[in-house]
């Protein structure tokens, strides 16, 4: 699966490690998510909603 043409950000909480996670966030309210050391796999593509629900369930601890 061939990268979109986005800005990636690399997580905050990854620190300078290897084993990081890459977000992109497009204007037409789409995320795009993919691992560092296997972006030649593709990405993971989530709606704004989504995303926003994933990090709410993250902030309250029930993962």
Same mark, same amino acid.
């Given at each position: ?16 490690? =290897? ?10 309210? /789409? /995320? @795009? /998510?993919? =691992? ?9 593509? @989530? ?6 629900? @994933? ?9």
């Amino acid at each position: 699966m061939h990268s979109p043409n986005v800005q990636w950000r690399k997580s905050s909480y990854s620190g300078s490690g =290897d084993n990081c996670v890459e977000v992109a966030e497009t204007p037409e309210a /789409v /995320v @795009f /998510v993919r =691992d560092t050391q296997n972006r030649h796999l593709g990405y993971l593509k @989530f709606s704004a909603q989504e995303w926003t629900a @994933f990090l709410h369930t993250l902030k309250a601890g029930q993962v």
